[in-house]
């Protein structure tokens, strides 16, 4: 048997997610999970050592994290959970991998169903635009802040892909941005007429002027000329988004549900949405099609002959 320490893993562990290219932010989410774990494990039941962890343990994990309640006093959403549960079980995966467990151990615990429902907080082309049209470009990071979310809702990227993104990655004859997704996977996404615009003002006029060492590959940069941080990113779309605070929660993801969801309502081929987007599979647009089903009825009742009889 293993005398390892099991906190003393999770810096092994998280050092291989970022050989394997994930983003800072996804490693903080990770960090933050794990260590709830393992102190848990270490209140609840004195677990300390790999070789001390079971099955029960994990089983039990899992009906603290069921039982488990928001300020609201409401219980966590399977969301939620989930994301615990892939923290845990990469971890797991990992140890499994060197050997330290047994190889049962991460199918212990199952994520839990979802509700299938509808993606939430897309927003409508207008009110895309009136985000957009509050962000101020008569100074430079304000010009920066339109570009970038301009990119964002054009292309679909993630946040991680957009903050990941050098000048060389920009192609501006072709309009196109080499994206480095998940997995250090490369794609090539389409950059729209809009965003392509305001994409060249940045480059020849606003990003010289925020450059303070000539090296720097960043795309977009902060006011100290350094690689735009996350935090910086969600600062600008709160401050663009604070009209619809009240009824949408608007994320760097929204764009990417937005342009989605656009994308398929003006009749997108599904597989070319996929390949925007980096999916693997068709499955994840499942919901958005479900979303258009609206659209869909209104289309049918102007069309379909049927509709158009009346009374027989």
């Known amino acids: 048997m293993h005398d390892v320490i099991l906190h003393d893993l999770q810096a092994d562990f998280l050092r291989h ?27 609840r039941f004195a677990v300390r050592r790999v070789e001390q962890l079971r099955r029960e343990h994990l089983e039990a994990w899992l009906h603290h994290l069921q039982a488990r309640r928001t300020p609201q006093g409401l ?5 939620s959970i989930n994301k615990h549960i892939e923290a845990v079980r990469l971890f797991l995966r990992r140890l499994r991998q060197q050997g330290l467990i047994h190889p049962d151990l991460p199918d212990a615990i199952a994520f839990l169903k979802q509700p299938q429902m509808l993606p939430q907080s897309v927003l409508t082309h207008a009110q895309v635009r009136r985000m957009l049209a509050r962000v101020k470009t008569s100074h430079a990071t304000g010009y920066r802040d339109r570009a970038m979310l301009e990119l964002l809702y054009s292309s679909g990227i993630r946040a991680g892909e957009l903050l990941k ?25 389409p950059i729209g007429r809009t ?18 060492d000539a090296g720097e590959q960043a795309l977009f940069l ?6 735009m941080k996350y935090e910086t990113l969600l600062l600008t ?4 988004a604070e009209p619809l605070a009240a009824e949408f929660s608007v994320s760097p993801h929204t764009f990417r549900r937005s342009c989605t969801t656009e994308l ?15 999916h693997e599979t068709l499955d994840t647009l499942h919901h958005y099609v479900r979303l258009t089903i609206a659209d869909l009825k209104k289309t049918h009742e102007k069309c379909h002959p049927r509709e158009r009889d009346e009374g027989d």
């Open 264 to 278: 398929i309502r003006g009749g997108a081929n599904l597989y070319h949405v996929k390949e925007l987007l980096g």
């Open 165 to 189: 993104l050098n000048v060389s990655d920009i192609d501006l004859k072709s309009a196109t941005a080499l994206v480095h997704g998940k997995g250090d996977k490369q794609r090539l996404v």
């Open 17 to 43: 997610l970022e050989a394997r290219r994930y983003s800072p932010f996804s490693i903080r989410v990770h960090r933050s999970h794990l260590r709830a774990w393992v102190r848990w494990l270490e209140e």
């Open 237 to 240: 779309i709160k401050a663009s």
């Open 195 to 212: 965003a392509l615009r305001h994409l060249e003002t940045y480059l020849v006029a606003v990003r010289p002027y925020l450059l303070c």
């Open 75 to 79: 219980p966590l959403k399977a969301r």
């Open 222 to 227: 902060n006011r100290r000329g350094l690689r």
